[in-house]
């Protein structure tokens, strides 16, 4: 069993639409956990990081961790064409190594 | 704060050879990760390092190698590459890496090509 599971996509969505990505992960002594975007070629860029259940919530972007179902998701409010790129979820259960699922590749259409 | 820097930002080798990639963490960052991108792959996680110590290994073969200086900048060394090695490497500096609740911060990656 993989420590983190996303699905791959590819998600579409119109612009100014809402996008759902979703995540989940197998260790319950997991800590935090967080959200990267990744363009095309470049590095991961983090988004959002949650540690407690519920929602954290940063602009377009809000985090939704739920530690007794194990998923961590992100909900990109009135999404543009700018957010097209793929979102990697992670998560650190002890601070030596986080653990990244294989992505989420979301293209928003104008 | 200036963010994680890595170099080169490219590299083009042949096979046989043998890189290294530099990376200098956040300032105040003691503990900093390896990783190998690919397409189709997702972040395959190569090493950490903090304290000068290697903590925690990947599955890959010895070829892959890295250390961590006592200012915490940290080099990856690949020796007699393969065509397989070109990848994005990828280095990511966080604050302990003792905490669950650090958060890792990438560099811009280093593109190597494998010829």
């Known amino acids: 069993q993989k420590e983190v599971e996303q699905n791959s996509g590819p998600l579409s969505v119109p612009e100014g639409a809402i996008a759902s990505l979703n995540c989940t992960y197998s260790?319950?002594?997991?800590?935090?956990f967080f959200w990267y975007r990744q363009y095309s070629g470049k590095s991961p860029e983090l988004i959002m990081f949650i540690y407690s259940n519920g929602d954290k919530e940063d602009g377009r972007f809000t985090a939704q961790l739920n530690k007794a179902s194990q998923y961590v998701s992100l909900l990109i409010r009135d999404s543009q064409p700018s957010d097209s790129a793929t979102y990697l979820c992670a998560v650190n259960r002890d601070g030596n190594q986080f653990y990244f699922g294989t992505g989420t590749s979301l293209t928003v259409i104008p | 704060k200036a963010g994680v820097t890595q170099t080169p930002r490219y590299l083009i080798k042949t096979r046989g050879q043998q890189v290294t990639l530099s990376c200098s963490p956040i300032?105040?960052?003691?503990?900093v990760s390896w990783y190998q991108q690919t397409p189709g792959q997702g972040l395959q996680f190569l090493f950490e390092y903090f304290s000068e110590t290697q903590r925690n290994k990947g599955n890959f073969p010895g070829r892959f190698s890295g250390r961590q200086f006592s200012n915490s900048r940290s080099e990856m060394n690949v020796s007699t590459l393969e065509l397989g090695d070109s990848a994005l490497y990828l280095c990511?500096?966080?604050?302990?890496?003792?905490?669950?609740?650090?958060?890792?911060?990438f560099g811009p990656g280093t593109r190597l090509t494998v010829l």
């Open positions: 260790d319950r002594g997991s800590q935090s």
């Open positions: 990511a500096s966080s604050t302990s890496g003792t905490s669950g609740t650090d958060t890792q911060y």
């Open positions: 300032s105040g960052h003691r503990s």
